[in-house]
Nanobody
Framework: VQLVESGGDLVQPGGSLRLSCAAS????????MSWYRQAPGKERGLVAR????????YYAESVKGRFTISRDNAKNTVYLQMNSLKPEDTAVYYC?????????????WGQGTQVTVSS
């Protein structure tokens, strides 16, 4: 099983980034997918989640209206489009896969990709 994130970078405040997470080794379309982030000295927190078909999504209040999660089951990939980025969005971003939309825990984790928002 592998989850490989990419797309992290250094970007100026107000800029945009699109993160990707490529999955392999499991039936991607059977798993709900999430993006988490962890800033230095802080706990890892849920940013966004998308259901197996993409029909349901959840966003943390801090990113609502700025971030969009999506998935392409044909490509076994989940995305996080991040717009209007702020310095407080600086963190390592992780994707994760889970069998239940709510409850239980993540089955698989990626290794993370660094997003830095700074002028």
């Amino acid at each position: 099983v592998q989850l490989v994130e990419s797309g992290g970078d250094l970007v100026q405040p107000g800029g945009s980034l699109r993160l990707s997470c490529a999955a392999s080794g499991f039936i991607f379309s059977n798993y709900h997918m999430s993006w988490y982030r962890q800033a230095p000295g802080k706990e890892r927190g849920l940013v966004a989640r998308i259901s197996t078909t993409g029909g349901s999504t959840y966003y943390a209040e801090s990113v609502k209206g700025r971030f969009t999660i999506s998935r392409d089951n044909a490509k076994n990939t989940v995305y996080l489009q991040m717009n209007s980025l702020k310095p407080e969005d600086t963190a390592v971003y992780y994707c994760a896969a889970r069998p239940n939309y709510w409850g239980g825990k993540e089955s698989y984790w990626g290794q993370g990709t660094q997003v830095t928002v700074s002028s």
